[in-house]
């Protein structure tokens, strides 16, 4: 990929300035007696560059230098020894809800569709790295203040919220993953688009298993109907890019600085792009929703369900989160949220029965 200047052209920052004023491109759901009532008239929001200054971007042009950057770096191509699992959780419970982002629309509240808040208990549309780290969070592990959001999801009017800690797997996205090495304080990314079609959707590097209930799966939309009994729910699952640029924390489209990895020539191993060369955890959210039945009006507040997408925001205490990267990924394992692996229980566990580093 070649990197452009880092200001854009004013033509592209206002037509995208229009185009949000008008709504040009967004997602209507008005129209389904289903969707829920947006805030004010907005129903929905494009990925527009950002044009808005925030505290970790004075200058608003969308571009968030990494201090340091992260140069002389190749993609690894080793192959390591084969290990079935490297991973850890990160098991946060939903906050609250509100048409807050603070990567799309930072400084801007109000401005988004809905957003369910899972993590950081502060997050709204100023948050910033500095609001964020070192902030209460309902994470199980007290070092993880990062925020995690997605579109709420509505059964007619009424809002559907997540049940307990919610899964986010850390996990290793590359073949080597001994290469992988912990998120820099504050990268933001988002992953999918509120704008993408069903088949944009089915075809995504981060689509895992679509939507699922009961025994259906690879739904790219919302299932009509799941059965109708207590231990069902709609899941979930999307996986992340995992391959970093080294150059940037964010880029005007929130995505241009992260790249999903590629397949090393000649072989089926994975490996991070020349471009992004740089190996990071592989985030991948699997939400359960609390919901089935009739599931006709269910919808999420971006519209249909090939319409989900998610975003994160790092705010890891650093040294915990590299403890549990070289443990867990680095050290081919299959860990809980403490760094236990219950295959492995003579390697004991990485944080303690608080979920802290000892």
């Not at 307990?164 to 080597?176: E, N």
């Not at 740089?278 to 319409?307: C, H, Q, T, W």
Request: aromatic share 10%.
């Amino acid at each position: 990929m070649r990197w452009r200047s880092k200001k854009l052209p004013a033509l592209l920052l206002g037509s995208a300035l229009v185009a949000s004023v008008l709504g040009l491109g967004t997602v209507a759901t008005a129209a389904d007696p289903g969707s829920p009532a947006p805030a004010g008239n907005h129903t929905g929001h494009t990925m527009a560059v950002s044009t808005q200054a925030s505290g970790d971007d004075p200058d608003g042009d969308g571009y968030i230098p990494a201090v340091p950057q992260v140069t002389g770096v190749t993609p690894s191509t080793h192959t390591p020894p084969p290990r079935y699992h490297k991973e850890f959780q990160a098991n946060c419970s939903v906050t609250h809800t509100a048409p807050d982002d603070p990567i799309v629309y930072p400084g801007q509240p109000g401005t988004s569709h809905d957003h369910t808040f899972m993590g950081n208990t502060t997050t709204n549309a100023h948050s910033t790295t500095a609001s964020l780290y070192g902030g209460r969070t309902t994470c199980l592990a007290p070092a993880d203040a990062s925020a995690y959001w997605m579109p709420s999801l509505y059964n007619g009017d009424r809002k559907i919220l997540p049940v307990g800690p919610q899964v986010i797997y850390y996990k290793a996205g590359v073949t080597d993953y001994t290469s992988v090495r912990p998120f820099p304080k504050g990268l933001r990314f988002v992953v999918g688009d509120p704008m993408q079609s069903a088949d944009e959707f089915r075809r995504h590097r981060g689509f895992v298993e679509g939507w699922e209930c009961g025994d259906s799966f690879f739904n790219t939309d919302i299932p009509a109907s799941c059965p109708s009994r207590p231990d069902v729910q709609l899941n979930i699952r999307m996986q992340a890019p995992s391959c970093w640029d080294g150059k940037y924390l964010d880029t005007p489209d929130h995505k241009s600085h992260m790249a999903y990895p590629v397949v090393k020539p000649g072989t089926n191993d994975n490996m991070c792009p020349a471009s992004h060369p740089v190996a990071l955890p592989m985030i991948e959210f699997k939400m359960a929703f609390p919901v089935n039945g009739d599931m006709s009006r269910v919808r999420l507040a971006s519209g249909r369900g090939y319409s989900f997408h998610y975003d994160f925001f790092n705010a890891w205490e650093e040294r915990t989160l590299k403890a549990l990267v070289d443990h867990c990924i680095v050290g081919g394992f299959q860990c809980d949220a403490r760094g236990y692996d219950l295959y492995h229980p003579e390697r004991g566990p990485v944080l303690n029965a608080d979920y802290r580093l000892p």
